[in-house]
């Protein structure tokens, strides 16, 4: 369908509707994104009070067949959230939407506005003795309708799943203007399909979160931490199989780390204290999260025993304070940092079968070398599969110059990843940089449903277009 | 749209497409469902051996505006299985789909033909020292196509989640006769819309599932079993409280029994051995499954000390051996069978927000009093927010003479579960016998939402039309 730019003509029905308030001038940062792949254009940017603010925007916008986008924390990394072309778009920015509506210790629940930043979503839940386990590097700003709306991942997925397994219910506006009132808090509900989940990482095309039921847990009474030299990526994962064995749901978090994200950190944030004299090849970051009476330390001591019998591990610095656990978290934390530091010429947030890992990371090496000289940084999520895999510049070199081959590289990286039925977007979204990708390595027959619910549930087209689905 | 019967026509299509062997005679257990509340008819049966043969019935089916009625397992409690009225349909049972394709110990996954049972699925799981959580009282005979259509729940679902979150990826046959390829074996997979979670809990009326990659966990290395009497509703939800702050995932099960459940067993299995010399109101049945060097009888012994302290519980008995801890679960698992012997006059598989069950409990009790002298077994999975909240006639009395109340005391308790939030198809689905339900409590724009998508994904309406919407 033919749409039409945000004019003046609907700002006046927004005033005339909702006040002078909602409508805002658009700062710079609205048309931004991280890693200025995209910039946007924005025709009105309004800053709804509440889910009917909210409806009305997206009625008025359907009327005048006006692009809408949805707008969180803007910490998306493929684009999700700028239009940068087409009629200027009017961006709905959940900002001002930031309520703990409630806290049901006893249930495990909480329910928040889309517009809460993430960590203080995380504070409203420890400040009633619970834990919300989503954990990602842009929890200081990032948002928790965004985390939903792009099914966020992080560092506790391998515990306690991805943002969409923490979410029990949503309160939503769909492209008609209507409002979902979903805010279920029951861990079991069959009555009817599963829209809620069919939201979650729909990436705003299918409808605006304005509010979700999330899913608490308990918080672990103590925390284990340690960094361990693996001899190699198999040895990381049969790391962590004896962990599971021995801890079982204990281990909260399974993080792999190359040795060139470490000389990362060296070379440009050298503040951030390395927990190895010699930089090895490859180690993991093992966090253990445990009840009542079981001591992580002894524990992780275990583990490292029974791994050295398998001549699984080299070094190990198990954390033996608080302030050790943050410095050992510190060099995760960081690497994304740094990987911005010196520039990647592509960066791919892929996922593979674990199984299949040390192989896949031999035929990317191989693959990427035959493009040049690169450097790879390996890193992430082992015990979700879920890698970033991201290729820089030789030594010396700006990704500026490589700017020609990395269509060519991410090609040749997702090619391979599609061939060890993984996937090219693993916890980041599709966004508008990986829509090419879907319809590339999309299954046909899951790609026609999609467009068929998308033109379902969103005629016109309203709704973020061009993210997700060209 | 206007459908067409199952006739000799589609009959000599499917023959000349896929042989003689798939077309075969309707069997009296077809027309049939477990609760009787419903009798189908079946114009043909058709038994696929493979995705390919689903795919050609499903679009010889679509050509000729002939109804699709998916059948597994046949032990649905809510008649999704059975079409009582409208042109014969073609039956399609996933019987011969039973394969177990492939086990990835090191990934934890196992991929599943539709229509293996669910205890051959649990079975290769263990070959492969593995678990497949999913445990409920049809696992006999129930198939995992089944339950994934009606995102079964069961017994653990506490720790582990119900069927919707042990899928990782599944291969379908959607109303078009195209084959979704989406067996993926990834944790982490954010590559457009979640048709995955819109199939489950669809009930096959959008698509057949022809075969799923399931989670596997780790076996837990001992398991701890223990019933224990409780003084109130209340004081079970504490001492669940307490068991998840001492023993965190370790928790597999917790099951709440009142004493109506314990009687009947006395009246229609007095071979059932009884936990206690005395029939408590209320107990709980709780199992720990821990990992390796964990003991969970003294955790058992621990937790009960902590609750005796807190006054929450009375007597208890903890499983000493493997043949202690299969009786006191026998007491669980029969009693649905007592229940069917005695004879329900209505039966709610409902969930409700935790902290309310109490007060639900009670109301309940009150209005079920208004309708008569009726007997309430209430039992289920408390950790969940579970109950099957039953109603009998009295003591002498068969159910057959209380058929004119059955409608208005079922009525009365749904009313009563949406007033407290609550669901009024908790794990059983909504099938035929909740349709009218569904648009009773039904959130308007999800409604509105779902008919859209039905009608995006099967426009002829073909796919097990009259179960999930009118």
């Given at each position: 369908m033919k749409l039409n730019p945000a004019d003046d003509a609907l700002a006046q029905s927004i005033r005339n509707s909702l006040g002078d308030d909602v409508l805002r001038p658009v700062a710079e940062r609205y048309v931004e994104e991280p890693r200025r792949r995209f910039s946007g254009h924005v025709g009105l940017l309004a800053l709804p009070r509440s889910a009917a603010d909210v409806s009305?925007?997206?009625?008025?916008?359907?009327?005048?067949?006006?692009?809408?986008?949805?707008?969180?924390?803007?910490?998306?990394?493929?684009?999700?959230?700028?239009?940068?072309?087409?009629?200027?778009?009017?961006?709905?920015?959940?900002?001002?939407?930031?309520?703990i509506r409630a806290v049901y210790p006893d249930e495990n629940v909480l329910i928040a506005e889309a517009g809460a930043i993430l960590a203080d979503v995380q504070t409203a839940a420890e400040s009633a003795n619970r834990l919300l386990p989503l954990s990602l590097a842009a929890q200081g700003s990032c948002q928790i309708g965004g985390n939903l709306a792009t099914n966020a991942g992080g560092v506790n997925v391998l515990r306690y799943g991805n943002a969409?397994?923490?979410?029990?219910?949503?309160?939503?506006?769909?492209?008609?203007?209507?409002?979902?009132?979903?805010?279920?808090?029951?861990?079991?509900?069959?009555?009817?399909?599963?829209?809620?989940?069919?939201?979650?990482?729909?990436?705003?095309?299918?409808?605006?979160?304005?509010?979700?039921?999330?899913?608490?847990?308990?918080?672990p009474s103590s925390i284990g931490t340690a960094m361990v030299q693996v001899s190699s990526p198999e040895a990381a994962i049969a790391l962590l199989a004896l962990a599971r064995d021995q801890v079982g749901e204990g281990v909260s978090?399974?993080?792999?780390?190359?040795?060139?994200?470490?000389a990362f950190l060296s070379e440009v944030l050298p503040d951030v204290r390395q927990p190895f004299s010699t930089q090895p090849e490859w180690c993991v970051l093992i966090e253990l999260g445990l009840p009542v009476g079981s001591d992580p330390s002894s524990k992780l001591a275990a583990l490292y025993e029974a791994a050295e019998n398998h001549d699984l591990v080299g070094e190990a610095v198990i954390a033996q304070n608080e302030a050790q656990r943050q410095d050992l978290w510190a060099v995760r934390e960081n690497i994304p940092e740094a990987n911005r530091l010196i520039g990647s010429v592509s960066s791919h947030d892929i996922s593979i079968p674990i199984s299949r890992i040390p192989e896949f990371i031999r035929r990317g090496a191989d693959i990427v070398a035959g493009f040049g000289p690169f450097r790879i940084n390996c890193f992430g999520h082992l015990g979700d599969g879920n890698l970033h895999y991201n290729v820089f510049p030789p030594i010396g070199a700006n990704r500026s110059a490589f700017e020609a081959q990395r269509h060519h590289i991410k090609r040749a990286v997702h090619d391979l990843v599609h061939t060890f039925d993984g996937s090219v977007s693993a916890e980041h979204g599709v966004g508008r940089l990986k829509a090419d990708d879907l319809e590339r390595y999309g299954d046909p027959a899951k790609l026609t449903a999609m467009r068929a619910i998308k033109t379902a549930l969103d005629p016109q087209g309203i709704m973020n277009p061009g993210a997700v689905l060209k």
């Amino acid at each position: 369908m033919k749409l039409n730019p945000a004019d003046d003509a609907l700002a006046q029905s927004i005033r005339n509707s909702l006040g002078d308030d909602v409508l805002r001038p658009v700062a710079e940062r609205y048309v931004e994104e991280p890693r200025r792949r995209f910039s946007g254009h924005v025709g009105l940017l309004a800053l709804p009070r509440s889910a009917a603010d909210v409806s009305t925007l997206v009625r008025l916008a359907s009327d005048a067949a006006v692009p809408v986008v949805p707008y969180g924390g803007g910490t998306g990394l493929v684009g999700g959230q700028v239009m940068p072309d087409g009629p200027a778009p009017l961006l709905i920015s959940l900002e001002r939407m930031t309520a703990i509506r409630a806290v049901y210790p006893d249930e495990n629940v909480l329910i928040a506005e889309a517009g809460a930043i993430l960590a203080d979503v995380q504070t409203a839940a420890e400040s009633a003795n619970r834990l919300l386990p989503l954990s990602l590097a842009a929890q200081g700003s990032c948002q928790i309708g965004g985390n939903l709306a792009t099914n966020a991942g992080g560092v506790n997925v391998l515990r306690y799943g991805n943002a969409r397994d923490l979410c029990l219910g949503l309160e939503a506006v769909l492209p008609s203007g209507d409002i979902w009132h979903g805010l279920s808090r029951l861990r079991k509900d069959n009555t009817g399909y599963d829209l809620r989940n069919l939201l979650i990482g729909a990436e705003g095309t299918l409808g605006i979160i304005t509010a979700a039921a999330l899913k608490l847990y308990p918080q672990p009474s103590s925390i284990g931490t340690a960094m361990v030299q693996v001899s190699s990526p198999e040895a990381a994962i049969a790391l962590l199989a004896l962990a599971r064995d021995q801890v079982g749901e204990g281990v909260s978090a399974f993080e792999l780390i190359h040795q060139q994200g470490l000389a990362f950190l060296s070379e440009v944030l050298p503040d951030v204290r390395q927990p190895f004299s010699t930089q090895p090849e490859w180690c993991v970051l093992i966090e253990l999260g445990l009840p009542v009476g079981s001591d992580p330390s002894s524990k992780l001591a275990a583990l490292y025993e029974a791994a050295e019998n398998h001549d699984l591990v080299g070094e190990a610095v198990i954390a033996q304070n608080e302030a050790q656990r943050q410095d050992l978290w510190a060099v995760r934390e960081n690497i994304p940092e740094a990987n911005r530091l010196i520039g990647s010429v592509s960066s791919h947030d892929i996922s593979i079968p674990i199984s299949r890992i040390p192989e896949f990371i031999r035929r990317g090496a191989d693959i990427v070398a035959g493009f040049g000289p690169f450097r790879i940084n390996c890193f992430g999520h082992l015990g979700d599969g879920n890698l970033h895999y991201n290729v820089f510049p030789p030594i010396g070199a700006n990704r500026s110059a490589f700017e020609a081959q990395r269509h060519h590289i991410k090609r040749a990286v997702h090619d391979l990843v599609h061939t060890f039925d993984g996937s090219v977007s693993a916890e980041h979204g599709v966004g508008r940089l990986k829509a090419d990708d879907l319809e590339r390595y999309g299954d046909p027959a899951k790609l026609t449903a999609m467009r068929a619910i998308k033109t379902a549930l969103d005629p016109q087209g309203i709704m973020n277009p061009g993210a997700v689905l060209k």
